[in-house]
């Protein structure tokens, strides 16, 4: 299982594959003042919301390789031999995939944030809420990943699967920014990525065991 | 395997097929293309799941025609991701000087090693082999000879499908219309 981890940690960072989504989500960072001007307060008061958003984007960006090329490469089925159940190797795929994309993204945050002009309140907020919501999107990331395995053009199917499911987080991570947890959306959003990373093994699972016939 | 029956896409393949494999013993999958033979052998595997009869195994190693290596990785390391001591099945296949060689430089031949060298240093009692002999050259083929019925003198068995000729002494032959 560690080894699972660590071999998904690896193929993540070889040749700078993690590095993508962090990319798109400064890039976000910067588009967003050059479209609504430079006006400080509104861009302090937007910007939370565009980073949430932009996360979400960012989730989308490595959904094609987190599943695919193992299905195709047979390690899949060489794991299953090995007696790894499918759960057990999308959890371990869960857990790679939010190591190379949480914490980095949370990193992210802090150049974006200053790029937005965030106040230290609303940063603070938002890297809460990320540490609490990316393990929500990674597990969407495996889950879709293994449901568009094997097709082709599986890209566009995995944004109109993945982005409604990931509402919700979007909704109480950018809740919170807005208001604070007076009305709850903390944990709300806890709530959210804790069912997501529970259902999302058992989701990908049974598609990956579905996918070889 | 007992009255085993496969379902592809709505067609059978094949049904009412028993099929033992003692230790040492090894049985011979034959049949034209589209038969059913890497379905049997994934059907054996437990990737694919048989339509009717019941399929219990130890413990198998699998070579068909995924490599599953690390394409990045050179051969030995990529090897030790699946097996705790490569050494043996690179030495078996001929693929000692290439262990170094980053798997993605392997011509067609070289990756069907790997993947029998893989299955070789698994360990396992039960090898499933998918067309083992495809892309190899006539010296490959007599290195795979060797180390399959090496597996068998030491109680292994084997499965293999194939067109080709193969030789495993005393094999059952299984043949798929």
């Given amino acids: 299982m560690t080894g699972l981890v660590l071999r998904e940690l690896r193929l993540a960072l070889a040749g700078g594959a993690a590095a993508l989504p962090l990319i798109f989500f400064l890039l976000v960072a910067t588009l967003f003042p050059f479209a609504i001007g430079p006006d400080g307060a509104l861009l302090a008061r937007a910007g939370g919301g565009a980073l949430w958003t932009a996360a979400l984007l960012a989730a989308l960006l490595p959904v094609d390789r987190l599943v695919e090329p193992d299905r195709a490469a047979g390690v899949l089925d060489q794991l299953h031999l090995k007696g790894f159940g499918e759960e057990t190797i999308a959890l371990a795929k869960l857990l790679g995939h939010w190591l190379s994309f949480g914490p980095p993204l949370m990193l992210a945050a802090l150049p974006a944030a200053a790029l937005l002009k965030l106040p230290a309140e609303t940063l603070w907020r938002l890297e809460l809420g990320l540490a609490i919501g990316t393990p929500g999107l990674a597990a969407l990331g495996v889950g879709v990943g293994a449901l568009t395995a094997g097709l082709r053009r599986s890209g566009a199917l995995a944004g109109l699967l993945l982005l409604p499911l990931a509402v919700p987080v979007l909704i109480f991570g950018a809740g919170y920014l807005e208001r604070g947890n007076g009305s709850g959306a903390l944990q709300l959003l806890g709530a959210v990525s804790l069912l997501l990373v529970a259902g999302a093994p058992f989701a990908a699972g049974a598609a990956i065991r579905a996918g070889r016939d | ?177």
């Fill in chain 2, 1 to 177: 395997m007992q009255g085993v029956a496969c379902l592809r896409g709505g067609r059978l393949l094949f049904e009412g097929l028993d099929l033992v494999l003692a230790p040492g013993a090894a049985a011979l999958v034959e049949g034209p293309n589209g038969a059913g033979k890497s379905s049997l052998i994934r059907v054996a595997a437990g990737l694919l799941r048989a339509a009717a009869g019941t399929v219990s195994r130890g413990e198998a190693a699998l070579a068909d025609e995924h490599l599953a290596l690390d394409e990045r990785q050179p051969l030995q390391r990529a090897l030790a991701f699946w097996v705790r001591d490569a050494a043996p099945g690179l030495a078996a296949m001929g693929l000692a000087p290439l262990a170094a060689v980053p798997v993605r430089m392997l011509s067609t031949g070289q990756r069907k090693r790997a993947a029998l060298a893989r299955v070789i240093a698994a360990g396992a009692p039960l090898w499933l082999l998918d067309e083992p002999g495809n892309g190899l050259d006539a010296d490959g083929l007599r290195q795979l000879e060797a180390a399959m019925a090496a597996h068998r003198a030491g109680g292994g068995a084997i499965l293999a499908a194939t067109h080709q000729p193969l030789a495993l002494p005393d094999a059952q032959r299984l043949v798929l219309a």
